[in-house]
């Protein structure tokens, strides 16, 4: 399987872009974030051409996650347990949720696109929504692998927080002062591999980043951050054979500010001489 996860800001406005990636990298399985549109406006014929199934959450012009596949769709899902919902200027548990989250089993792997909240600011209300969405994603994948530890699982999308130092290269984006590399965002990332997953891209691609603003030529030199993840468990981990980055998908005529990350899976048990990066 080769899977990959992209945030495309907006799937109607870059949709021959992305479904020709999907044809040219024969990917797989396609995660999108920030589809920015109704089920009922995904382009779905321009993916179905290209032999996809695609399954699509989205509420309005905001946010939006879809999967795509070339196996069917199974057990689709539209948000984990516990999942928090967020309102402004609404008060107590039950506020509205929001479409961040999907799921659906393809060839026995779980699979999750996700996007994360941004956040905003340090002190304000979506910051902290995006803890309680932390913090609901790392009970849901620890009660999983506790009752599943073999299950192949992935979570990968645009997770809004730049783990390490490294990861950020973008001179606007300082600790202390902006979202994306505080601690507390980084603390809550990091208790998803607690919880049971690893980053399975890390490893092969230490370095490089996976967005870069519009703005101020970030792009140009280089001024991204990396916030889109691949993260799996350990059945899913040990058979990853390979990942890459596709930088060069931020160039050309209107590019997404976000580029592919794609991870080659083989969970074939019969074979053994792939190389496996957790073993």
């Known amino acids: 399987m080769r899977l990959a996860t992209w945030n495309v800001n907006s799937i109607r406005a870059r949709v021959d872009r992305i479904v020709s990636f999907a044809e040219r990298e024969h990917i797989d399985v396609l995660a999108m974030q920030e589809i920015k ?6 382009p ?7 032999g996809y199934h695609v399954e699509a959450h989205g509420l309005d012009q905001w946010n939006g996650v879809a999967i795509a596949s070339r196996e069917p769709l199974e057990d689709v899902q539209y948000s984990f347990p516990g999942m928090p919902g967020f309102k402004k200027g609404h008060t107590g548990d039950d506020a509205p949720l929001e479409a961040r989250a999907i799921s659906a089993l393809v060839d026995g792997v779980r699979v999750w696109s996700l996007y994360v909240p941004n956040g ?4 304000d209300p979506h910051f902290a929504y995006k803890l309680r969405f932390f913090e609901a994603l790392r009970g849901y994948t620890a009660s999983t692998l506790a009752g599943d530890p073999d299950l192949p699982l992935a979570l990968v999308g645009d997770f809004n927080v730049a783990p390490f130092d490294s990861d950020n290269g973008d ?4 600790e202390g002062v902006s979202t ?3 601690p507390a965002e980084r603390a809550a990332f990091h208790a998803l591999e607690e919880a049971g997953l690893q980053d399975v891209v890390r490893p092969l691609i230490p370095t490089g980043y996976t967005y870069w603003d519009y703005k101020q030529l970030r792009f140009p030199r280089d001024e991204g951050l990396r916030i889109d993840f691949v993260l799996g468990s350990r059945a899913f981990a040990d058979a990853v054979a390979g990942a890459s980055i596709a930088r060069e998908e931020r160039k050309g ?5 976000h580029v592919p990350v794609v ?3 083989d969970l074939s048990p019969e074979d053994d001489d792939v190389p496996m990066i957790f073993g």
């Open 180 to 182: 994306h590399v505080s």
């Open 171 to 174: 001179p606007s984006i300082v």
């Open 263 to 265: 991870v080659d899976v």
């Open 37 to 42: 549109c109704k089920p009922e406006q995904f």
């Open 120 to 123: 905003r600011g340090l002190d």
């Open 44 to 50: 779905y014929a321009r993916f179905e051409e290209a």
């Open 253 to 257: 005529d209107g590019p997404s500010d």
